[in-house]
């Protein structure tokens, strides 16, 4: 039986970790705490996933008393280099949320913390077990497109999804690293496992020009706006019963409002990006995102000696009523082979649930190497730090110069 921690009671350890937890692994894991600087929330978590657990609003405290096998990081993206370096010079193994961290000296702290400790940091990259995503690698795997020459990846997240990062942590940067690092850190991962390259050089685009002040008619939150009954972007915290309970409910413990307005002045994260990626083998990457789309999901294209690849996968608007994902095949001989994949059930596709499995249950093969360590949570985080870095200074970017990635290479 291992025991694990949460570090940050978060919807996010709520859905994905705790009750899981308690529901399917029972078994084989139990969790022997919870942290969070917010205890009204810690409490909410415990309650609603059925935990029997103490709750701690002091870190080394909870490390100290539990000595955990591992400790699962949820909590601000700001603070995931902290939590993981403590938990890892404690002695324990660490599973965090992807991202990894925000920044390069963050995530040069992890690499070093990792290697000096001799323990292990997984990142919860749960789009790679969808499916669909894995067909795709298997496919480039399986040598039907060749050797890899060109990526064209878009992105497009609506204003339901895409919006919510304006209205919580996620809108200010120091937060977050912005959505090149908090979102695309998914997109970059894919891609970079498709490949199996690493990043060599990044030039990046941004701009804000749909959210942040755009609009005179606004407030400080939807709750209290003057506006909630004719702005298209109104949201009420209390239409969920998760959003009641572990958000609204706990405001008074640490001020934190789950509905601030997507047009506020702090806001300082880019809602369009564009950016061009260099890697190792002389793949290049075009890449998009947009926070703004009438609907969501991605298209992309990956180019080969012997083919090409194209790729969709729609999750709102018109297109999601079929029963399966599709991709094509453009071989050199003029034939184009379709390939379908039945949509799966459960959160990312599917993935959600095949991730879990293999890291609380073990023991289960996975010659495609689907389960990320720090490395791949390095490299994927940054091309996104990289394409920040080439927006604020306007120049191309070698990740190199941020990272020494051959001294953590495995």
Not at 87 to 98: D, F, N
Not at 365 to 380: E, K, M, N, R, V
Request: net charge neutral; aromatic share 10%; proline share 3%.
């Amino acid at each position: 039986m291992k025991s694990y921690v949460l570090v940050g009671a978060s919807g996010r350890a709520l859905g994905m970790y705790a009750r899981p937890l308690v529901k399917d692994f029972s078994d084989c894991a139990k969790v022997a705490g919870i942290f969070d600087v917010n205890p009204l929330r810690a409490e909410t978590l415990k309650k609603e996933a059925g935990l029997d657990c103490k709750i701690y609003t002091d870190f080394d405290q909870m490390m100290t008393e539990q000595k955990p096998d591992s400790a699962i990081v949820t909590t601000v993206d700001r603070f995931h280099h902290e939590y993981i370096i403590k938990c890892l010079e404690a002695g324990a193994e660490v599973i965090t949320e992807k991202p990894m961290t925000i920044d390069s000296e963050k995530c040069n702290a992890i690499l070093e913390a990792e290697a000096r400790t001799g323990k292990k940091v997984i990142v919860t990259f749960n789009y790679r077990f969808a499916p669909y995503v894995t067909a795709v690698k298997q496919a480039i795997a399986d040598g039907l497109i060749g050797d890899v020459l060109n990526v064209d990846f878009e992105y497009m997240l609506d204003t339901s999804h895409g919006a919510d990062y304006f209205r919580r942590w996620h809108r200010k940067k120091e937060n977050s690293g912005g959505l090149l690092v908090h979102k695309s850190t998914h997109h970059f991962d894919l891609i970079n496992w498709w490949i199996m390259e690493e990043p060599v050089e990044v030039m990046g685009y941004g701009t804000r020009r749909f959210y942040g002040p755009t609009r005179k008619e606004r407030g400080e939150r939807c709750l209290t706006c003057n506006y909630k009954n004719t702005c298209e972007f109104y949201f009420n915290i209390d239409a969920s019963d998760m959003n009641h309970k572990m958000y609204h409910n706990c405001e008074s413990a640490d001020g934190y409002f789950r509905d601030r307005c997507v047009f506020a002045d702090e806001i300082n994260i880019e809602d369009s990006m564009s950016v061009n990626v260099k890697y190792s083998k002389g793949t290049l990457l075009s890449y998009s995102l947009i926070a703004h789309s009438p609907y969501e999901g991605y298209k992309a294209s990956i180019s080969g000696t012997n083919g090409r690849l194209e790729i969709a996968e729609y999750h709102s608007g018109i297109r999601t009523s079929d029963s399966c994902y599709y991709f094509n095949l453009y071989n050199r001989k003029g034939q184009k082979i379709e390939y379908s994949i039945p949509k799966a059930t459960g959160g990312h596709g599917g993935g959600d649930v095949k991730l879990r499995n293999m890291i609380f249950r073990g023991g289960i093969p996975d010659p495609l190497g689907h389960q990320a360590g720090s490395f791949a949570g390095a490299i994927s985080i940054l091309i996104g730090i990289s394409a920040n870095k080439s927006i604020a200074e306007g120049k191309n970017i070698k990740v190199n110069d941020l990272v020494d990635l051959a001294k953590y290479r495995k």
